[in-house]
């Protein structure tokens, strides 16, 4: 089992920047992937950028050169910086955890932190 809390979400200007974490608890060593999910009013929920245990990392294409997607192990704790926000990335961010054991792979979401982007 893994506990994802999220936090860090807010209301900032078009333009401006915040930066999401995700800490993780649990059982840390299985985790394989980690990664940022979100979801807008009316919307599905769309993959913004993954994290591998590796360092290996992956962004849509909408936010390619504005966010950045970082892990600290030592904290267990992953991030998202998020600059030069528009008000289309308005939504609902998830942290996202998948692990691999014995009795295959699972997924673990967070709860969710608001960001909000003024025009």
């Known amino acids: 089992q893994v506990q994802l809390v999220e936090s860090g979400g807010g209301l900032v200007q078009a333009g401006g920047s915040l930066r999401l974490s995700c800490a993780a608890s649990?059982?840390?060593?299985?985790?394989?992937?980690m990664g940022w999910y979100r979801q807008a009013p009316g919307k599905q929920r769309e993959l913004v950028a993954t994290?591998?245990?590796?360092?290996?990392?992956n962004y849509v294409d909408s936010v390619k050169g504005r966010f950045t997607i970082s892990r600290d192990n030592a904290k267990n704790t992953m991030y998202l910086q998020m600059n030069s926000l528009k008000p289309e990335d308005t939504a609902v961010y998830y942290c996202?955890?998948?692990?691999?054991?014995?009795?295959?792979?699972?997924?673990?979401w967070g709860q969710g932190t608001q960001v909000t982007v003024s025009s």
């Open positions: 996202n955890a998948v692990t691999s054991s014995w009795s295959g792979y699972h997924d673990y």
């Open positions: 649990g059982s840390i060593s299985s985790i394989k992937t």
């Open positions: 994290i591998t245990n590796l360092g290996s990392t």
